[in-house]
């Protein structure tokens, strides 16, 4: 039923009446699965300064790869808009993402209109943002005045060499380093790192990393290399599961698992038994966390994905061009988020083969990870 309204919305010029069976839910969603709609990641662009062989592989996003054009971007306005529907119905954390989001123009502008919002609670939300901090050393305190709480920033290696070849772009280690220590000094932290492992490619960076980030104000996290979208050539012996990692680095610099900070955190957490901090494993292919997952996406044109994996989105953009209320467009965010059934990890651990084979999933600088 949300479908065929979103789908009347882009058709006619004038907005149809919701039909009375749909009636404005109000408070906290359950999905099918019953998972709280808790976190929102919002893309605010398509593009993207690196060619990550595992999110935007030159092959695929090369010169002349259509980007979407600016009028097809949600507006600021529109994109705070959307958010206080989705705060009203729970969720407490928003995490801007992209492609990079900090190409996107006066983004600082964005963060201050979302910074003023706050949780059904009534307690601040809970704003953060992921970057590859090619622009992070001249934007991190514009970012943290404007209201950002904390950042994440992607950095698969620290050898120079190894990182170029996977960001493709020859971008050095010492420049994301300057804006983390940019960021660092902002205030905006604690400060993420994400590094995605591919094997034969940097997984030979794992201690090395683990040694520079363990002592500092930083939290280092490893991403298994998923099957995001449709163009990075996933092969299923090219990752690295997350206990590889923590026997590798255990055997060196001895390891305690920590409890969750809270339900649903994609990182399993781990400390050094020195003190020397902690680090956290992103297992989406091993230890799928779908029974947890309390996240929605926002799509850069305004398409609501309810699956990091999913092939299609529902079009909130239209409902908004197309003058519906607050209340209406909340009616349909309710009824999507109920219909949710999603759990694509977990299937894909009993028929990896089946589901690459079959899915035409949405790439990963559409929807940010």
């Known amino acids: 039923m949300a479908e065929k309204i979103i789908m009347m919305a882009s ?7 919701i039909p009375a069976i749909l009636e404005a839910p109000t408070g906290l969603l359950s999905d099918q699965l019953a998972r709280p709609l808790h976190d929102l990641r919002i893309s605010v662009t398509d593009r993207c300064n690196f060619r990550c062989v595992y999110c ?21 306005e529109e994109i705070t808009r959307l958010a206080k529907t989705f705060i009203a119905h729970g969720v407490e954390k928003i995490r801007l993402t992209g492609g990079e989001p900090l190409l996107r123009k006066n983004l600082e502008r964005l963060v201050a209109m979302l910074a003023e919002l706050k949780t059904i609670h009534g307690k601040p939300l809970d704003l953060t943002l992921t970057t590859n901090a090619s622009l992070l050393a001249r934007k991190a305190q514009s970012l943290k005045d404007a209201g950002l709480q904390r950042i994440t920033v ?48 940097n997984d030979q960076e794992i201690l090395p ?66 003190g020397g901090g902690e680090i956290g494993l992103i297992s989406s292919v091993t230890q799928a966390f779908c029974s947890d997952c309390s996240r929605a996406r926002l799509s850069t044109e305004g ?28 009616t349909v965010l309710a009824h999507l988020w109920r219909a949710r059934g999603d759990r694509y990890s977990e299937l894909r651990t009993n028929n990896t083969d089946g589901l690459q084979r079959s899915a035409n999933k949405v790439e990963m600088s559409y929807i940010g990870g």
Not at 210 to 232: K, W
Request: glycine share 6%; hydrophobic share 40%.
């Open 11 to 17: 058709q006619r010029p004038a907005p149809p009446a």
């Open 303 to 330: 398409k609501l994905y309810t699956c990091l994996f999913a092939s299609s989105g529902h079009d909130l953009r239209a409902l908004l061009r197309d003058g519906r209320s607050d209340e209406e467009i909340s």
């Open 154 to 201: 992607s950095l698969d290696a620290l050898d120079n060499a190894t990182f170029q070849r996977m960001n493709d772009v020859d971008f050095s280690v010492d420049d994301v380093l300057r804006g983390i220590d940019a960021a660092h000094q902002a205030g905006l932290g604690p400060i993420k790192i994400n590094m995605v492992v591919k094997a034969g490619m």
């Open 56 to 76: 935007m592989p030159k092959a695929v996003f090369d010169n002349d790869y259509q980007y979407l054009p600016h009028t097809s971007l949600l507006t600021f």
């Open 209 to 274: 990393m683990a040694r520079h980030f363990r002592h500092t104000p930083y939290i280092l996290r490893f991403i298994e290399y998923m099957d995001v979208g449709a163009s990075n050539g996933w092969k299923m012996d090219e990752v690295i599961p997350s206990s590889e990692v923590v026997r590798r680095i255990h055997a060196e610099m001895p390891l305690a698992p920590l409890d969750a900070n809270y339900t649903g955190e994609t990182a399993a957490r781990w400390r050094y038994a020195d």
